[in-house]
């Protein structure tokens, strides 16, 4: 089996102008908000970082593969686990578009299929919460859906992240979706998620 580590991740990662009303769920009901960015993952678990410099070819051949496009952020929705626990996510929109995305970047890394080995294959989640019950999952659910206003924003590349042990995860590499800007793996403008990325 290659190596596979919980500390990288290949995301889609909403540019920082839109993160606000995500981050004010999060900051109430999201336990792992000082280790994620808001994201959804595509690739997780992932290479180790070590191995990054091998990685990023293939990755920028796959993402070359598919077109930038926009995404919305609009519907709530859950998973519920073994232990009773849910975890509670807005839906990326158009879905088709990121089932997409993930299913280039999975056949150049057909080894790392954990996020597409369901039952129903992969489903695109941007989580903004832990909920302990099914009653308050749908007490929680209703009210911020009611609150909610559709969130727009474009998709242009994918990031390449890490962390250390305990800390957060930190973008070392942008990846151009076709179409758009190329970023040369650096930051695009005004898109730098967290202190040290580069």
Known sequence: MPPKTHRTSVVVIPPP????????????HDRQIHRWMPHVNLLYPFVPREQFDLAVPLLTAACQQ??????????FRSFTHASGRSTLWLAPEPRASFVQLQAVLHTAFPAYDDQS??????????SVGQVASKRELRSLTATLQAEWQPLPFPIAAVALIWREADGPFQVEHWLSLSH????????????QPLAGSK
């Open 117 to 126: 080995r369901f039952s129903g294959g992969f489903t695109p989640h941007l």
């Open 180 to 191: 758009a800007a190329p970023c040369g793996g650096k930051p695009l403008a005004g898109s």
């Open 66 to 75: 598919v077109s930038a496009f926009d995404a919305t952020l609009a519907t």
């Open 17 to 28: 102008e839109v993160w606000e009303p995500i981050q004010a769920i999060r900051r109430q």
